[in-house]
T-cell receptor, first 115, second 112 residues
């Protein structure tokens, strides 16, 4: 069965500092990988996705993620964060070769950017 | 613009009442999903539907019911059998298996 582990439930960081939000997954088949962002009392918005091709994926708002198959990881990075990046971030995996193809979500990482 | 509309944004329910949360999409997506979100627990799948007139239970379906009579609509009913319904509910849709979801803005349900 698939699972997603977001290793940090909360990440505090100062404005303009770099940040990495970690995500590891387990799956016995090939996967698609996603990062979503959620602002308070709103739905989830897609930041970026990996379906195939280059393992370095660029998304919106200056975020990027790297797919590492050997380490089963898909960590999210941003070189310089802004106050407006304060939100909760969710990693998700889908086994496109599996029986359902539904997304499995991690429990989220709350990014708090301080001035 | 295409998207998913959830209504109402806030909903209050008395104990013992059934309430229905609306979810409508104009993206022409076949698959639709309902998730429940509680602090620190991520998203938990309640029900999903991959085609009209068909739906499957997710991980926490007890106390909930759904229908899928039209491609555009996937309403969720929270029944009186759901013992702890206070939560944030998210509806999503997808163009195909494993290709990612588009989410609505959510409904916050509170039992009073």
């Amino acid at each position: 069965a698939q699972s997603v582990t977001q290793l940090d439930s909360q990440v505090p960081v100062f404005e303009e500092a770099p940040v990495e939000l970690r995500c590891n997954y387990s799956s016995s088949v090939s996967v698609y990988l996603f990062w979503y962002v959620q602002y308070p009392n709103q739905g989830l918005q897609l930041l970026l996705k990996y379906l195939s091709g280059s393992t370095l994926v660029k998304g919106i708002n200056g975020f990027e993620a790297e797919f590492n198959k050997s380490q089963t990881s898909f960590h999210l990075r941003k070189p310089s964060v802004h106050i407006s990046d304060t939100a909760e971030y969710f990693c998700a995996v889908s086994d496109y070769g599996g029986s359902q193809g539904n997304l499995i979500f991690g429990k989220g990482t709350k990014l708090s950017v301080k001035p | 613009d295409g998207g998913i509309t959830q209504s109402p944004k806030y909903l209050f329910r008395k104990e013992g009442q059934n309430v229905t949360l609306s979810c409508e999409q104009n993206l022409n997506h076949d698959a639709m999903y309902w998730y429940r979100q509680d602090p620190g627990q991520g998203l938990r799948l309640i029900y999903y539907s991959q085609i009209v007139n068909d739906f499957q239970k997710g991980d926490i379906a007890e106390g909930y019911s759904v229908s899928r009579e039209k491609k555009e609509s996937f309403p969720l009913t929270v029944t009186s059998a759901q013992k702890n319904p206070t939560a944030f509910y998210l509806c999503a849709s997808s163009i195909g298996e494993g290709l990612g979801y588009t989410f609505g803005s959510g409904t916050r349900l509170t039992v009073v």
